[in-house]
């Protein structure tokens, strides 16, 4: 198959490689870093000049990119994808997106005969390049069947999981509880330290709980053995939170839990240290314990 692939940062690279691995012919399109779409090209696949002109030498075009407007400003415009878009093409997202601009934008394409599907992603790199990605996956059922070949040679679980939108619902929950619990337990390690406890002993009486989880495994790693097990950044953590918190608007609703986790997480943005892993929350909590910190 012919594919479009658009945003090479660390997933998506991993992922162009898997599909590459798997025979596929990729166009790609990435952004200011040019190391994935060299290694890209390196592997025989072509460098497209624009978006639309990817679109026209693509049978299935994706996209993993970090932000709905990053998605947005590949999708419209005079060289976007909706400007090139063909009946009966598959365009997916596979990253954190607005399910309100996910909806819109699956308008916009069926408009034109094209389909959309959104499929957020779950594991690492690593993962992605041995074809071993969780993708949560809403859209179209019978575009989803004609995706899935290609989509189960990139994950080792692949979810259903109903309409357009639903993938980034379902990803924008995982991630509101997944960022809210390491933000706990971040705390309750600098906590720990403010009173004079063992945070390796803290650990252990939490995990052997119903507490236990892998989440908080991720934490205790890096709090008591410095190992980065989660590569997830502050800034990107903030961001999903963010997107949960204007899903819940848009719902017409009031999120009462997610407002702690994001101001924790705006501060340490706010700070400079954005770039920091989700675990290093733990040093950056115990640093800034100060009541008019």
Known sequence: ?????????????????????????????????????????????????????????????????????????????????????????????????????????????????????????????AFAKLGQLNILCGGDSAIFERAKPVLDQLSENLFYLGELGSGHTVKLLNNYYAMTSASAMSEAFAMADAAGVDRDTLYKVVAAGPNGSAMIGFIRNFAVDGQIDLAFSVANARKDVGYYRQMVADLGKTSRMSGAAYGVLSDACDSGDGQLMVPELVNWMSAHLEKDA
Do not use: W
Not at 54 to 75: G, P
Not at 100 to 115: E, P, Q
């Open 1 to 125: 198959m012919k594919i479009g692939f658009i945003g090479l940062g660390l997933m998506g690279r991993a992922m162009v490689e898997c599909l590459q691995n798997a025979g596929h012919e990729l166009r790609v399109l990435g952004n200011r870093d040019r190391t994935g779409v060299d290694e890209a090209v390196a592997r025989g696949g072509a460098e497209a000049a624009n978006a639309r002109e990817l679109v026209a030498a693509s049978d299935m075009v994706m996209l993993c990119m970090a932000t709905s407007e990053q998605v947005e400003q590949r999708i419209y415009g005079d060289d976007g994808v909706l400007a090139g878009i063909k009946a009966d093409q598959i365009v997916i997202d596979f990253g954190t997106s607005l399910p309100g601009s996910t909806l819109k934008i699956g308008a916009d394409l069926a408009a034109k005969g094209a389909g959309y599907l959104d499929a957020p992603l779950g594991r690492t790199p």
